[in-house]
């Protein structure tokens, strides 16, 4: 079992587990670094949704830089459970875990959000299925963060502002 750091906030320095789940890859130090470098380093009220949680680190990282509500939606069983027990030792009234697939929760919630985090499994076509509900989570200038196997110029509504490479991943901030 692997371990990784929260990078910035409250947190800083707190090391999360990852499970050993197929197809599992966290964003890197640095990629997560460079993202809240974009979105500024205080997300204080913002509510986040990691929709692709894996690891859950990306929704860790906001909730640790003061974000209100951070939800994680994972579909997998085992990364799931690791998710739930990362969240034990944090803040639990700022996190709030569903087990769910993706697009179900796209398609069924009536909340919306300041920021969507978007790191699929690779070469499903996760980003092109999600696009459609974006605009039905989207509270007023809403972002998107997606990572990616390819350049994004786009997602449905929402432009590529910002965006960058390690390795073979590609990562990108979007706004409407």
């Known amino acids: ?11 800083r320095s707190r090391l999360i587990r990852v499970a050993d789940t197929p197809g599992l890859r966290p964003t890197p130090d640095r990629v997560r670094e460079t993202l ?4 500024g380093q205080d997300l204080s009220g913002w509510h986040c949704l990691d929709l692709f949680a894996g690891s859950g680190i990306l929704g860790f990282e906001c909730a640790s830089r003061g974000a209100a509500e951070v939800v994680l939606v994972e579909r997998d ?3 799931f459970a690791r998710l739930k027990e990362n969240a034990v030792s944090f803040d639990g009234d700022r996190l709030r875990l569903i087990r769910m697939d993706a697009l179900e929760f796209a398609a069924q919630s009536a909340e919306t959000f300041d ?19 974006l605009p039905r989570l989207a509270r007023p200038g809403m972002r998107v963060y997606a990572e990616a196997e390819h350049r994004l110029d786009a ?21 409407r």
């Open 36 to 39: 809240f470098n974009w979105l």
């Open 1 to 11: 079992m692997s371990r990784i750091r929260i990078t910035g906030g409250a947190w």
């Open 77 to 79: 069983r085992d990364a």
């Open 115 to 133: 920021l969507v985090l978007l790191d699929p499994p690779y070469r499903q076509g996760w980003l092109e299925r999600v696009a459609p509900f």
């Open 155 to 175: 997602l449905g509504e929402w432009r590529t502002v910002k965006r960058g490479q390690a390795g073979q991943v590609f990562y990108h901030l979007l706004e």
